[in-house]
């Protein structure tokens, strides 16, 4: 093997791709077949599953700082922290709603009257960074009152000031922007009337100034870059098990997720109370981050959208209410209106909508999910009066169900065939498995129907140890992976899950990105998900080791694709064990025999496959770069143990 000369190569480099190949290494050849140009890879194969458990949407992806900014909860200061004279009042309301609001009643003593929000388990604030500040307010009394706004940190020192002066009695929004003296992970924010008189307040509001490209009611730029380098094919949500809600009348409901972020009502999230152990009774969904934003987010990070509606049932975990099937009408309406809000001309009732919310353009929706989670044949005819409706208003959009929430036993093997039968385009899977399960269903795919409904892998983890987000897991998931890409003419699409999660207010783990009021930090299952989403390719190749596919021989797993663009062979190699390898991969059935090129390799490996990012150290386990020269129609790669390899290597056919 010959490298190529870099320049001014870190020694960790050399560490870590250089002195292994002077190990011991089991001798390994893989022979790819270039000539027979397999299935084509769909651009959506690889992507993002979105759903707001673990404090992933309010208090995380939208940048939204304050809690129960509207006093909508369930007891309406929750969140809140009152002093003086302040009471929730609902006559003559801004928002119809959000019809709460809270009168402030100074009467000119020096303490003041007001609030405090600590925000999801404290406010973050970056030292010099500025935030907006907003609220909507009427003078009852009709007087000129000024109101002092305090950025605290931890020990409840004003680090950031600004006032604002309320005037007339009708609502009207009033804003400032305050900026940062200093760096804080757990601060609040401090409202106060100063001079006397009656004032009402509501939809109190905090977000930094610079959410993900610039947009109001945005979004944590952070985390929205994590999911834009990520390079997804698809974007599903809101959900997951948050569709379904544990009644009808606690289920996601797009239609009011739409229109001003103020009037938009709010919901009781599905995750506050299932976990015991992790109970949350402060969990809502404001549905600020709602449809248009998530159609906005898709558009941005170049995904699909792909959104999940209710098909009439609450969560079957949890509940036996239904709609009865013959009372379906609204449900299907429901879905009829989401596709015309999302492609439907202006001149269209819900076309309009979306263009009055700044995107006159549609938004070029393709699919559709009907149902999560769901199962029996209560499912399969409720599903079937969607598919009907949508197929006679909608031929274009392809229609998605549910093979139920486990990967095989009855209700799997019930709902295939009828899946089959409706002839939806894809069926959605699910599994959170052990590692184990995952190694040997590498496989899973290569005896599948090929043509029957195409596979949606639409929630899947690996679940090591204590679920912890380790090596071990995401090198399961590459292996597991390899067999998807492999059987590409079945799987169309794969999504991990879940996506985010808060370190000090989570429900479920393993979770791909986590975060606090600060920072985020990637795992190796971010990065897994990355190395393929980046090198999908454009179609199939055959990739072999002694004429079998490569499922686990030797504890190795591959794939091969072709990137025809850019006239590219991608080969993935893991290695689960802690075994060094000796790969001589060949290219057979080249037109034009060649040698000394370049093959460029990206590599995530740990000696120790318990190894986990932190918010301490994010950077334990990141993938490294290097280069290597290829030999006539073949190139050696060294294979360390615990790693996942990505090797691109340019061809002319």
């Known amino acids: 093997m010959k490298l190529k000369k870099q320049i001014k190569r870190p020694l960790i480099f050399i560490s870590l791709f250089i002195l292994p190949c002077f190990s011991i290494f089991a001798q390994n050849n893989f022979v790819i077949d270039v000539k027979n140009v397999g299935a084509e890879i769909q651009p959506e194969m690889y992507g993002v599953f979105f759903e707001d458990i673990n404090f992933g949407a309010d208090g995380g992806l939208y940048a939204e700082l304050i809690k129960n900014r509207s006093f909508e909860f369930e007891h309406p200061f929750l969140g809140w922290i009152p002093f003086g004279d302040v009471k929730v009042q609902q006559e003559s309301p801004c928002f119809d709603k959000n019809p709460n609001y809270v009168r402030f009643n100074e009467k000119g003593h020096r303490t003041g009257t007001g609030l405090e929000n600590n925000g999801f388990t404290g406010i973050g604030f970056h030292q010099y960074d500025e935030y907006l500040f907003s609220f909507y307010a009427r003078s009852i009394s009709n007087d000129d009152n000024k109101f002092k706004v305090e950025l605290l940190n931890a020990g409840n020192a004003a680090i950031g000031t600004s006032e604002i002066l309320v005037q007339g009695n009708a609502w009207k929004k009033y804003t400032c922007t305050i900026k940062a003296k200093e760096t804080e992970a757990k601060g609040k924010i401090r409202f106060i009337l100063e001079t006397a008189g009656i004032v009402d307040v509501d939809h109190i509001s905090l977000f930094p100034k610079e959410t993900w490209k610039g947009r109001k009611n945005g979004l ?301 930090v990637c795992t190796p299952n971010y990065y897994v998900q990355k190395m393929y989403a980046k090198n999908a390719g454009t179609n199939v190749l055959s990739i072999k080791s002694k004429d079998e596919n490569i499922t686990g021989q030797d504890s190795l797993y591959a794939s091969a694709v072709l990137d025809h663009e850019n006239s590219e062979i991608i080969v993935k190699v893991v290695n689960i064990s802690s075994v060094n390898h000796e790969i001589n991969i060949k290219l057979d059935g080249l037109k034009k025999s060649f040698e000394d090129k370049e093959v460029k390799i990206t590599c995530l490996h740990s000696n120790n496959p318990d190894s986990q990012n932190t918010l301490a150290a994010p950077l334990a386990i990141v993938p490294g770069n290097y280069s290597i020269s290829s030999e006539k129609n073949s190139f050696k790669l060294s294979v360390m143990g615990n790693a996942f390899y990505v090797c691109r290597l340019k061809i002319k056919q």
């Open 220 to 520: 944590r730029k952070d985390l929205a870059q994590a999911l834009y380098d990520l390079h997804p094919g698809v974007l599903r949500f809101p959900g997951g098990c948050i569709v379904e809600g544990n009644t009808l009348k606690t289920r996601y409901q797009w239609k009011n997720s739409v229109g001003p972020a103020e009037n938009r009502p709010l919901n009781i999230n599905r995750w506050f109370y299932t976990f015991k152990y992790h109970f949350f009774p402060d969990y809502y969904q404001s549905y600020g981050l709602g449809f248009f934003e998530y159609f906005l987010l898709s558009e941005d990070i170049g995904a699909e959208p792909l959104p999940v509606l209710s098909c009439g049932l609450a969560c079957q975990y949890e509940s036996k209410e239904c709609v009865a099937v013959d009372s379906l009408d609204s449900y299907i309406q429901d879905a009829v209106d989401l596709i015309e809000f999302a492609n439907g001309k202006v001149s269209t009732k819900w076309g309009k909508m979306r263009a009055e919310m700044g995107h006159p353009e549609p938004f070029n929706l393709k699919m559709i999910a009907i149902g999560n989670e769901q199962w029996g044949d209560v499912y399969v005819e409720r599903l079937e009066k969607f598919v009907k409706v949508i197929r006679e208003k909608h031929p274009e959009i392809k229609i998605v169900g549910g093979s139920g929430p486990s990967s095989d036993g009855k209700q799997f093997e019930y709902l295939w065939p009828k899946m089959k039968e409706l002839k939806v385009d894809l069926v959605d899977e699910h599994y959170y498995k052990n590692p184990e399960w995952f190694y040997k269903n590498a496989k899973r795919y290569d005896t599948y129907d090929r043509k029957g409904p195409k596979v949606f892998a639409g929630e899947y983890a690996a679940h090591d140890t204590d679920k912890a987000n380790n090596l071990r897991a995401a090198l399961a998931e590459a292996a597991f992976m390899t067999g998807l890409e492999r059987n590409a003419d079945v799987v169309h699409m794969a999504t991990y899950a879940p996506l985010f999660a808060h370190v000090d207010a989570w429900q479920w783990r393993p979770d791909m990105i986590w975060f606090d009021n600060l920072s985020a």
